[in-house]
């Protein structure tokens, strides 16, 4: 064997060694527990999760470590609550969606009506580029659904994994969308207030009231697909 293969052997086998691991799925580090963080999806079950208000429902299944909302098949449909509430937190989570699928996380829900997105704002997850009808810009990827557009575009094609992070911190809100930020906004402020009378919330007096409650997960016709969901409380 030349001097100059081994050499590539050898460089090849250094820079394999040198390459980071990849980090697994559904697993916290030491340190991201350390700082507080909460693991809410093991990728094998749904512990920790329910329907909302006890629903029955056959459309959220876990398979090969990601908790998915079928499009097909499903009789029943129920989005998903945790079983404990927030208030200041920090969420992460990857998501993708299929080709024209729509959902949402939802948060400080309140089971007191007839669906979660009645008490609880939504960060919006929807296939931009493949949705069957025209969207506004309130209800693309990143948005405060219905109340702030996303700042930018920032959502990845159907198919591909995007990674969402919802940060509350008493009325301050943040949505990032695969590392950009896409809105920043103040709860229960003026500006607020006026969006939700004015706007699709205005019939209901309870949207966006709590300053506590549970995270949901949207099943709004399935097509979803969740993995790597943490919180950590601010």
């Known amino acids: 064997m030349s001097k100059i293969v081994i050499a590539f052997i050898s460089s090849f086998a250094l820079f394999a060694f040198y390459q980071p691991a990849q980090k697994k799925d559904n697993v916290l580090s030491a340190s991201e527990k350390k700082a507080g963080w909460k693991l809410l999806f093991d990728g094998k079950s749904t ?26 098949g499903a009789t029943k449909r129920a989005d998903l609550i945790t079983d404990d509430e927030y208030s200041s937190f ?65 959502s990845k094609p159907a198919g591909e994994y995007n990674h969402a992070r919802i940060v509350v911190n008493g009325s301050h809100v943040q949505h990032w969308l695969n590392g950009i930020k896409t809105a920043d906004f103040y709860a229960w402020a003026p500006e607020w207030e006026k969006l939700k009378k004015e706007g699709k919330w205005k019939d209901y007096p309870d949207y966006g009231v709590a300053k506590s409650g549970y ?20």
Not at 47 to 72: A, F, H, I, P
Not at 215 to 234: M, P, R, T, V, Y
């Open 47 to 72: 512990e920790g999760w329910r329907t909302y208000q006890n629903q029955s429902d056959n459309s959220w299944e876990v398979t090969d470590g990601e908790l998915y909302c079928k499009k097909d």
């Open 90 to 154: 920090e969420l992460q989570l990857d998501w993708k969606v299929g080709k024209g699928a729509n959902s949402g996380v939802l948060y400080h829900v309140q089971e007191t009506h007839r669906a979660s997105y009645e008490t609880g704002p939504e960060y919006q997850l929807i296939d931009d580029l493949g949705y069957p009808e025209k969207l506004e810009d309130w209800q693309k990827s990143g948005a405060d659904y219905a109340m702030h557009p996303p700042l930018k575009t920032a």
């Open 215 to 234: 995270i949901a997960l949207q099943d709004h016709g399935g097509g979803i697909w969740f993995k790597n969901i943490k919180i950590k409380k601010l």
